[in-house]
């Protein structure tokens, strides 16, 4: 969950419909959104396998354009923690990996929700900008500024999708970066030392092509309900404004035992309205049908329409 922004502190009855009942705050959420691609990865066990065409050529950059996708993947659905497989595939080249029935053997194999497969790299010409000297103990050197243009295919498939079919995404661009190799070097040994260096380019690579897989994010306005006694509702009042849901929802839990059917009515209000911000609709629904029964309050008929 994003961080919150706190768009108004506690205000007095706003929204009140008699001095019984409890007042109301409101402030500003991130919402997690369908990222681009419209492949939502939330909840999904995820692997990445990228492809060796035993060329020996595209080994390093493809297995750092794998690592780039899932450390990327992993900072935002994983706060950060190592929670994405990465496997190497040998590439057949008869093999039609846009198929469905392929990519889930893929998937069965690793036993994760989804998969993401990089297919080898396409390479162009290496393209030869300039050379320099190098001053170097290891003999003449020089540094080689070169472009290699690239396209590239990523298949994806989500088991668990309403979509039963393979996604392919396309992509061309060029690596740029500076090669250090013996004077006088050919093509070929350029290329050759391009390759065992090119893992930083297989890094942003990776990284660029996670982004339409990333949520995108609303900023949307929740409101909650909140009472002057008893202490209880102040701490956890301060716990929801420090985005601390957890903690909120066990303070309001722990007031629920009031006879005051309304105050109880805006506790399980809140602690649906808590539920549904942290994705958990089915709990949602069910504290606010029981919010429902006690008292019909104004903001659960919203919540219940947006439920």
Known sequence: MKKLTILATVVAAVAALSSCEPEVFSMLVDMRGVPSSGLDL????????????????DTVFNKNIAQGFAKAIEQDYFDGSEAVAIYSLEKDMAADYASRDTLVNIAVESGDDVVFLFDSPEYEALQLESRKALKSDEGKMETVHVKLPFRLNMYAYDTLGERDTVRVFSGQSVIEQDVICPQGSDEAEILDAFNASSAEAGDRTGTRAAVRFLPTW???????????????????????????WHRAIELWMSMLKTGNVTKRAALEYNIANAMYIMGDSELARKWSDLSSKDCDLPLNQKLRKQL
């Open 218 to 244: 609303t900023a949307r306005e929740f409101a909650f309900y909140h009472s002057s006694f008893p202490a209880a509702w102040d701490q956890a009042t301060l716990a929801a404004l420090q985005y601390d």
């Open 42 to 57: 939330a909840g999904r066990s995820i692997s990445v396998v990228y492809m060796d065409d035993l060329s020996g050529k």
